[in-house]
């Protein structure tokens, strides 16, 4: 077994603290960490004092001592904060253990003290950290459930940061994205004008961080020298600032004042900037939801106020949403009339359902459809429309169907009156023409009919190759009058029963231009002089008078110039006897595709082979 003296020489060199006293508080012996640490003179000269004569701060041990030795029991885990001869605060653990030699007689207190000052320290600043961290977590949870906007919204963000006891203020303080204007202080009211105050433009850009992190801090004594007019209760307090961006966007500052004794740290501006980044979030996700609530409300006026009938239908056709214009052009009472009901129902009648449905299911397969139609008013009245339908796609997925209605009653009016005009117009034309070819026909009477026969031929030629109204019109008309110009040949040439000389012939071949002088001046709706002047031009560009070739040719004078051959050779004229329709028709056939338009050879073809074409020549026969 170790002597007494061996034990004490381990004690001795123990870094706690240990000190034993007898009954009355005297000294009885102490190791050196005690003497150290409590700044007191060597061991000999201290034996047998007592903590009143060396520690008179101590206060209050005293009564601690009292209830060891009269209970007999230890005291553990005394924790205090004290402040050391030499000056320094230390935080001190001390257990009192009571000194019992035999039985329960207590003759001493044996007093172990540990340092827990860099213990105490580092648990100061974690539960500081859990504070700024439960914090922001609060804050994070009113950002998720805001709904009253964002001034409400940084009000309570400076309300929880300064009564979470996180910081002693809190500034929030917003600024023009272009100028670094001030534009509003969040803060609670105190210190939001105490701010406002200290606030001009170039104290403004002291506080804005231009660092990479956008952090700044600084002592309360820097911003006065800069000439900031600060309450006095800042002195030696630490004020740290963020920017509030998110992305492009910068929102302004957070300012923040530290609790005193809190010294700023890493993990600590850690925190202020997750806190400011989570501010910035807030604010961006703000401002979006304004813009889509702008957007939302600008959208909903456009489609109230638009002058055209607009729905908005599920896929299946059902009506979801009808805009004022809809009602008032189906004289519906009100859109809530309509919705939910099918919009094909709705508007149209028995016999134009049908058609209706094909448009909205030709929407719904995602085509985009319209038309004009007819459909019915809420009483039944039909009303002339035009439908315009939009599938609405949402990543390729069929959402709904846009459809606009249009009221045309007006220019149907318009449409009918103008066909009811033209209609006037072309029977006024169509006396024109027939007079025109009378009057050639009265001095030419071995041609007397031929334009007639050519007329009727060449209408079902261009017929049966289904050009449109106004060209199988424009080649009846021009027929009816292609050898006008002959008015102009002397009458004994074109009655002569024998060959024609040279000159005659000459003059003969100056019947389509001179038709066209005739007619040129003439404001048809068809171009019957250009018609009529290329009647005798040929495909391969061997007719006359202007030796045109192919497509240079008018369609219409291509269909009259098989025609008009056919028609010649059919009858007699005043040189020879008819050729008949067998020779005729073998002509174009020979002539197909190099003199003649081969459509208009099969067109003439087909219409003999059906038997056609032969009442009619009979018909004009003179
Ligand atoms: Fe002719």
């Known amino acids: 077994m170790w002597d007494m003296e061996t034990l004490l020489i381990l004690i001795d060199s123990s870094p706690f603290m240990v000190l034993f006293k007898d009954k009355q508080g005297r000294w009885i012996w102490m190791n050196q960490s005690f003497i150290k640490e409590m700044g007191l003179p060597p061991r000999e000269e201290i034996l047998g004092k007592s903590t009143q004569d060396l520690l008179p701060e101590s206060k209050g041990l005293r009564r601690e001592d009292r209830e060891v030795i009269t209970k007999g029991e230890p005291l553990l885990g005394l924790l205090r904060k004290v402040t050391l001869p030499s000056g320094r605060k230390r935080w001190h653990l001390t257990d009192k253990i009571p000194i019992k030699l035999s039985g329960d007689e207590v003759v001493g207190i044996a007093v172990f003290i540990r340092d827990v000052t860099e213990q105490r320290e580092a648990q100061r600043k974690l539960e500081r950290l859990n504070r700024v961290l439960e914090v922001i977590q609060n804050v994070n949870q009113l950002i998720v459930r805001e709904k009253l906007g964002r001034n409400h919204l940084l009000n309570e963000i400076c309300n929880i940061l300064v009564n979470g006891q996180c910081y002693e203020s809190v500034w929030i303080i917003l600024l023009d994205p272009q100028r670094g204007d001030l534009l509003n202080i969040f803060s609670l009211t105190e210190t939001k004008v105490e701010m406002k105050r200290c606030l001009s433009p170039q104290l403004i850009s002291y506080l804005t961080p231009d660092s990479k992190d956008g952090f700044l801090d600084f002592k309360y004594e820097y911003l006065v020298r800069m000439g900031w007019q600060l309450s006095k209760r800042y002195t030696g307090k630490t004020f740290i600032t963020s920017r509030l961006e998110h992305g492009e966007e910068t929102y302004g500052i957070i300012c923040a004042l530290l609790p005193k004794d809190i010294e700023l740290e890493k993990k600590e501006k850690d925190l202020f900037l997750t806190l400011a980044d989570d501010i910035a979030y807030a604010m961006r996700k703000l401002d979006i939801r304004d813009e889509l609530h702008r957007e939302k409300v600008f959208w909903e006026k456009l489609f109230n106020v638009s002058p055209e009938g607009v729905i908005l239908c599920s896929p299946d056709g059902r009506i979801l949403r009808a805009n004022n214009a809809f009602c008032r052009i189906f004289e519906f009472s009100t859109p809530e009339e309509v919705i939910g009901k099918n919009i094909d129902s709705v508007v149209a009648n028995e016999r134009t359902l049908e058609e209706a449905r094909s448009l909205t299911e030709a929407a719904a397969r995602g085509e985009s459809v319209s038309a004009e139609s007819v459909r019915q008013k809420a009483n039944g009245t039909p009303i002339d429309v035009s439908i315009l339908g939009v599938p609405i796609k949402i990543d390729e997925n069929l959402a709904g169907i846009y ?102 012939y000459l003059l003969v071949k100056t019947h389509p231009q001179a038709g066209y002088n005739l007619l040129k001046d003439i404001d048809f709706p068809w171009p019957v002089a250009e018609i009529v002047l290329q009647h005798h031009e040929r495909l391969d560009g061997s007719g006359y008078p202007q030796g045109l070739k192919g497509k240079e040719i008018l369609q219409e004078a291509r269909i009259i110039a098989v025609a008009d051959v056919v028609e010649a050779m059919a009858s007699d004229r005043p040189y020879r006897k008819a050729l008949g329709i067998e020779a005729a028709l073998k002509e174009i056939k020979r002539g197909c595709g190099t003199l003649f338009d081969e459509g208009a050879v099969d067109a003439c073809l087909a219409l003999f082979e059906e038997g056609l074409m032969i009442p009619l020549f009979e018909m004009y026969r003179t």
């Open 403 to 504: 459809a606009i209605y249009r009221d045309i009653t007006d220019k149907k009016i318009y449409e009918r009156a103008m066909k009811e005009n033209i209609a006037t117009l072309s029977h006024a034309w169509r006396q024109t023409i027939e007079l025109l070819a009378s009057v050639g026909e009265l001095r030419d009477p071995y041609t007397a009919g031929h334009q007639k026969r050519v007329g009727g031929l060449a209408k079902f030629m261009a017929m049966k190759m289904e050009l449109s109204p106004e060209s199988v019109d424009a080649v009846e008309m021009s027929s009816l009058v292609h050898d006008v110009g002959k008015i102009k040949v002397p009458a004994e040439i074109l009655s002569k029963p024998g060959p024609l000389d040279e000159v005659e």
